[in-house]
T-cell receptor, first 112, second 114 residues
């Protein structure tokens, strides 16, 4: 069955600290992978995506993610978190012409 | 220059009423979606249309009826509203089969049923 898990429901980090949000997926075909961010009261905004090629992808706002096929993971990282990064983060997986499945989300709090 | 817009942003209504949410995208995408986000932030696809044709219809009560008058618009009509319909509804659009496959989301419509 197709699924996306985000093991951490909520993470709290101090401003300036590094961040890693975990994402694991189960998918039959070669997946397209996405990370979205949702600020309070807002819609979802794409941070980055992976289709093929280099397994380390760079996104907006200083985020990056690494695709590891052997671990079925697509973890999101940022070297130094800013207070404005506090939001809900969603990992998603899909295939071309197929629906996109979203993970349950990880809520990030940032301590000033 | 909003890419995906939804109206209204907030909708408060009573049980049993019928309501509609409208969505428009100006990105030239062929595919549009409706998602429901519950109180725990879980995001679940409801419908998907490609060029006005329904292609995804997840297990959604038939009180929910999407309508796509053209490929830039996808509206959601809900009959006989129930308390459990309270949620945030997101419209999205994309262009599957291209490098622009990611979904662009609207700002959401917060529906509260009392």
């Amino acid at each position: 069955a197709q699924s996306v898990t985000q093991p951490d429901i909520h993470i709290t980090v101090s401003e300036g600290a590094s961040l890693e949000l975990r994402c694991n997926y189960s998918y039959g075909a070669t997946p397209y992978l996405f990370w979205y961010v949702q600020s309070p009261g807002q819609g979802l905004q794409l941070l980055l995506k992976y289709f093929s090629g280099d397994t380390l992808v760079q996104g907006i706002k200083g985020f990056e993610a690494e695709f590891k096929r052997s671990q079925s993971s697509f973890n999101l990282r940022k070297p130094s978190v800013h207070w404005s990064d506090a939001a809900e983060y969603f990992c998603a997986v899909g295939a071309i012409y197929d629906k996109v499945i979203f993970g349950p989300g990880t809520s990030l709090s940032v301590i000033p | 220059d909003t890419a995906v817009s939804q109206t209204p942003k907030y909708l408060v209504t009573q049980m049993g009423n019928d309501k509609s949410i409208k969505c428009e995208q100006n990105l030239g995408h062929d595919t549009m979606y409706w998602y429901k986000q519950d109180s725990k932030k879980f995001l679940k696809i409801m419908f998907s249309y490609n060029n006005k044709e329904l292609i995804i219809n997840e297990t959604v009560p038939n009180r929910f009826s999407p309508k796509s008058p053209d490929k830039a618009h996808l509206n959601l009509h809900i009959n006989s509203l129930e308390l459990g319909d309270s949620a945030v509804y997101f419209c999205a659009s994309s262009r599957p089969g291209t490098a622009d496959y990611e979904q662009y989301f609207g700002p959401g419509t917060r529906l509260t049923v009392t």
